[in-house]
């Protein structure tokens, strides 16, 4: 699969944003310009990201964050 123009959070310093992503299976096995990425990998899944962001390590912790959000609209006057 290729996931296309987007902006890419790499978290690495030499090259710390990217448009697309080439994974195969369960890997990302590259990242870069669209035209590099397109150039070196061939795939009938092509998504066009459209210029959404795509961040690294996200995973389900489960959190509200509308309700953590209201947290920070009170003055905690606990302890």
């Known amino acids: 699969m290729l996931l296309v123009n ?12 990217a448009e697309a992503i080439a994974i195969d299976g369960d890997k990302i096995v590259a990242v ?3 035209d590099d990425i397109q150039s ?3 795939s009938t ?4 990201l459209k ?4 961040y690294p390590g ?5 959190a509200h964050l509308e309700s953590l959000g209201g ?9």
């Open 71 to 79: 947290l920070l609209l009170n003055l905690n006057v606990g302890g």
């Open 51 to 54: 210029g959404r962001p795509v």
């Open 6 to 17: 987007g902006l890419v959070y790499t978290v690495d310093d030499e090259q710390p944003i």
């Open 45 to 48: 899944h092509v998504v066009d």
């Open 58 to 62: 996200f995973i389900d912790s489960h």
């Open 40 to 42: 070196a990998f061939e």
């Open 32 to 34: 870069g310009s669209n």
